[in-house]
């Protein structure tokens, strides 16, 4: 199933016709840099093409007024002097003669974008529009957007598609406050908005995009806001909002179709966001959202200003919606004191409506939306911002390497009787035995000694490890008999390697041998019912569930607010997933770690499970294939036990990994005294 990309030249016709420094960025090269980079890149060829077509009046009306829908028909025939009149009634924005047909296009990309999606025709897809839409209301044009794409992308889906729920992620640096606006008090729909606010002191200048507009009436706990209250924000504090609110809630939430603001002015470069996350990061911010709704993913694009980074982070999106694995993931050094102030806030607003954030922290003392009172009492004029042109440091960046994909995406490793699953590459172990290596393991694993099956699986299982490392593949699959053995096999070898790091993730109990973990060299992550008897060391982490991984919710929260940040920070070169015969992992939560994971390690995993267990090398094999996993179901609240559990061994851990914090340790302190 394949990415769907809709771009039409159309878009880049028309442009700002008079002198306005707040609106001299929104150029129409943005969309033509974009769209070639992705010839460039090879990607746009690798799309499906899906032409635009125009918003009709009623999908419109489904999020504007008559009367503002009326008001923008006029445009066209207006002149000048009436096109910079009729501007002014709005904050933010221009008219042009073409933007009301341009606009009709973009909301109708995003609709054929839905419908291409919804209908099955593609898996995902992205949509390059101009004007953006975030910013526009139900009667009033603003902040470069005049109809709301995304907004009417959703209600569409609803109507046209019976979609029961849409999950927004507005990426873009700024608020779409007509995306809230919109559906407020809509519980079917679950916006979520990160934005640059400095305590109010940004663009739009809004109370309600605070992290306490919820939501109202039924729609209370279904608007997130995480407010950025300094710029300079890095990729560490986006993937810990992802880790610790959005997807937790995303994942309980369970969306029928995930549409995303993809604005790219929350990548660094950009003069607007003053951002200093890096365009690889998208590639990440999508993969953790493609195995949601059943990988039924489109975005679209807002904002993003700068024209070399803008490009870039557009290519990482679709690359990774194509299903290519992501770039190692750079400088995740733990989220700054203010992001983690915010997270607190959000955390600690949305606990009451969301099971999965029950044991988040209580507010802190003195929490940020005093400084933002403080700060409103202090300063008399406010409205200085944007009138003068501010200097902006230019920034520079590394261009993110070429996402190379390995002619082999995954290699098996199976026993006689075991069908190869299709689209896999079978490794037979004649093709692979090397008697160096068979002689090293007989020294080291004195239980195979005599067994020339298992020296055999174990030597072919080098290879390839081997074969990953290289990049000659992307991933693999091993059905062994001794699981522990193979584990610790490749933990032994990885060793042997410079720079490796292996992240062992096990569900279920370990048997003998126990892998090495002293050396940092290998990050052991294991799931299970058992007690854990002593804290091990920074490098092996036992998470205790009181069901084992049977229990969805529980095991789902695990992953994603203790296994994907201690993942993400620790930055493996190759995970190693481990399935023991007694995980009591059902098939689709198996199949969201197997896809989750694959965000690590530039996709470097390799499965292991034991001979009883070949009925779910099919689904495993899937997943590894990039198969978006089968969604959840509606998660249920966890164990309370398990949710303790799990924040106390978070609080434990936190010391030595930072993308496990969730509160800012003074938060408040300073500014009392
Ligand atoms: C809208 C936008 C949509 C701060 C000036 C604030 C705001 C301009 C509207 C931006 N230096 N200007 O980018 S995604
Ligand atoms: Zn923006």
Redesign the pocket.
Known sequence: MGTALIYDEEMTKYKLLWVDP??KI?VPERLTVSYEALIKNGLADRCVSVPVREATDADILLVHSEEYLEAVKTTPYLTLEDLKEFTLQYG?VYFHPNIYHCAKLAAGAALQLVDCVMTGKVRNGMALVRP?G??SMRSAAN???VFNNVAIAAQYAKQKHGVKRVLIVDW?V?HGQGVQYCFEDDPSVLYFSWHRYEHQK??PQLRESDYDSVGKDKGAGFNINVPWNKVGMKNSDYLSVFCHVLLPVAYEFCPDLVLVCA?F?SAIGDP?GEMCASPDIFAHLTHLLMNLAGGKMCAVL??G?NLTSLPQSVCQTVQTLLGDPAPRPANLGGPCESALESLHCVRSAHRQYWSCLKHAADLPASDISTKRIKLAEKEIDNTA??EEE?IVEEKVWPEPQKRVTPPVRTAVVLPDGVACPDGCKRLSSSEVSDPGTVNRLRDNFPKAADDSDALATLSSLIALVEKVTVNEMCNGLAVVRDVSMAMSCIVQHAATAPNSRVLVVCVGVIADPYPCTDNGKTLLVQFNNKEPEEQKSKYNITVHLKKGCSYVSGFTQAVLSLLLPLGYEYDPSLVLLVRMPDSGVCDSVWQQLTGLLQGLAQGHTLVLMQEAEKACVGLTASSLLGDAAPSLGQLHAPLPEDVEALERLRHRLQADWKLLRTTAPETGRGDEH
């Open positions: 707040v609106c929104e933010d953006p975030h910013h902040g470069f957007c873009d700024h940004f663009w604005g002015d607007e807002e904002g200003y911002d944007g501010k």
